[in-house]
């Protein structure tokens, strides 16, 4: 992985043009109880580009909103990024043969060891209206596991997946700050803050500090 990140293959010419992986490896479970090492890919339809290190200082120069701009355009446009869902799957035996670990979140087997199977089709066609509540907040927890998916004993997926972790993530830790604990007002008290674990509002808005430009 770090091979990979160090690369010019980890400098995406377009989020429309980049490959990706989950760190963490599960498992799938059949209705047998079986188990099967997964590791989630994401293969774009548009193929694999890059650029090297004097192209991404200009770009980034330019505009540092360079990449989340660009998808933002396409989508609105119609031109919609998509590609396929694929996993690379293999059994308990396999991973005990191999000198690679699997469940290892540093660690990538090569394909030609274990093939990338595309398994479906994934279409962002649409953009969000709340970050937060649409994107922030799904995380993996286990509570919200899909069917016939596991995880692993990996200590790093299972501190990622704890109880506390995940909550904490999304922004319900408790203040700790004596000024935060102040008493009930009636008065509104405008601030820049929104969102946050439990909202009961998702505001729409681009941006939280309105009217400000």
């Not at 004097?54 to 919609?80: M, T, V």
């Not at 907040?137 to 972790?165: E, G, K, L, W, Y």
Request: proline share 8%; charged share 25%.
């Amino acid at each position: 992985m770090l091979m990979w990140v160090m690369s010019d293959r980890a400098i995406p010419r377009s989020f429309r043009f980049m490959e990706g992986f989950r760190v963490h490896t599960f498992r799938l479970v059949n209705a047998g109880g079986e188990s099967t090492f997964v590791k989630f890919h994401w293969k774009p339809k548009l193929g694999l580009q890059s650029v090297v290190w004097n192209e991404a200082l200009k770009i980034n120069g330019a505009d540092p909103d360079f990449h989340r701009r660009d998808l933002w355009d396409a989508i609105e446009q119609g031109d919609y990024r998509s590609g396929s869902s694929a996993c690379s799957c293999s059994t308990d035996e396999f991973a005990d043969q191999i000198r690679v670990r699997r469940p290892r979140p540093t660690k990538i087997i090569p394909e030609e060891l274990v093939p990338v199977r595309r398994v479906g089709r994934l279409v962002l066609d649409r953009l969000v209206d709340n970050f937060f509540a649409e994107t922030e907040q799904v995380a993996s927890a286990r509570r919200t596991s899909c069917p016939a998916s596991d995880f692993t004993n990996d200590r790093c997926c299972r501190a990622a997946t704890s109880p506390t972790s995940t909550p904490s993530s999304s922004g319900s830790a408790a203040p700790t700050s004596p000024s935060c604990r102040s008493t009930p007002r009636s008065a509104p008290s405008p601030t820049f803050q929104q969102d946050g674990h439990m909202a009961t509002v998702n505001p729409v808005s681009r941006a939280n500090y309105e009217p400000n430009s």
